[in-house]
T-cell receptor, first 119, second 114 residues
């Protein structure tokens, strides 16, 4: 069965600090997809990134960067020079791709990390 | 703006009431989902519809009844709910029902069962 663990329940930083959100996953599948979502106070989850299991290249998008390491089953998310608007709950999620598997197509979320950025 | 709308945004209902949640997506997607988000619990997938066909029922109690009349609309009919059903109910859609498609979420309906 697939599982996603976000060990950090809450993180509090001061504006302009860098912050890394950890995500560790478990799957028996060799083909899978990893996602990060942001949930601001308004409630809706906002899609940030998708990564497939065959692409271990790190990605940078503005102040956001993602570090995917299959060897440690981790997909960590770093925000550089954090801003107050980054305050939200961040979810890591996993979807297995093997057709016929019981978890095919299902998106399993971690518990989420509450990030608070203080001015 | 994600293109997924949900109504109502807030709902308070008694345990004997019947109500419905509505979701509409304007993204031309083919798959739609219902999730439940309770305090201090991970998001729980409830139902999946792919091309209007239900492909997943994640052991949801029968007091929750989904309906998908077309690929753009999804309903969740509620009846005889329990207080523990109080939660944020999120609707999502994706281009397809497979694993590689990211899902786009609506703002949710905050449900309180009294």
């Amino acid at each position: 069965a697939q599982k996603v663990t976000q060990a950090q329940t809450e993180i509090s930083v001061v504006e302009k600090e860098d912050v890394t959100l950890d995500c560790v996953y478990e799957t028996r599948d060799t083909t899978y997809y990893l996602f990060w979502y942001k949930q601001p106070p308004s409630g809706e989850l906002v899609f940030l990134i998708r990564r497939n299991s065959f692409d271990e290249q790190n990605e940078i998008s503005g102040r956001y960067s993602w570090n995917f390491q299959k060897s440690t089953s981790s997909f960590n998310f770093t925000i550089t020079a954090s801003q107050v608007v980054d305050s939200a709950v961040y979810f890591c999620a996993l979807s297995e791709a093997s057709a016929g598997g019981t978890s095919y197509g299902k998106l399993t979320f971690g518990q989420g990390t509450i990030l608070t950025v203080h001015p | 703006e994600t293109g997924v709308t949900q109504t109502p945004r807030h709902l308070v209902m008694g345990m004997t009431n019947k109500k419905s949640l509505k979701c509409e997506q304007h993204l031309g997607h083919n798959a739609m989902y219902w999730y439940k988000q309770s305090a201090k619990k991970p998001l729980e997938l409830m139902f999946v519809y792919n091309f209007k066909e239900q492909t997943e029922n994640n052991s949801v109690p029968s007091r929750f009844s989904p309906e998908c009349p077309n690929s753009s609309h999804l309903f969740l009919h509620l009846h005889t709910l329990q207080p523990e059903d109080s939660a944020l109910y999120l609707c999502a859609s994706s281009q397809g029902g497979g694993s590689r498609y990211e899902q786009y979420f609506g703002p949710g309906t905050r449900l309180t069962v009294t």
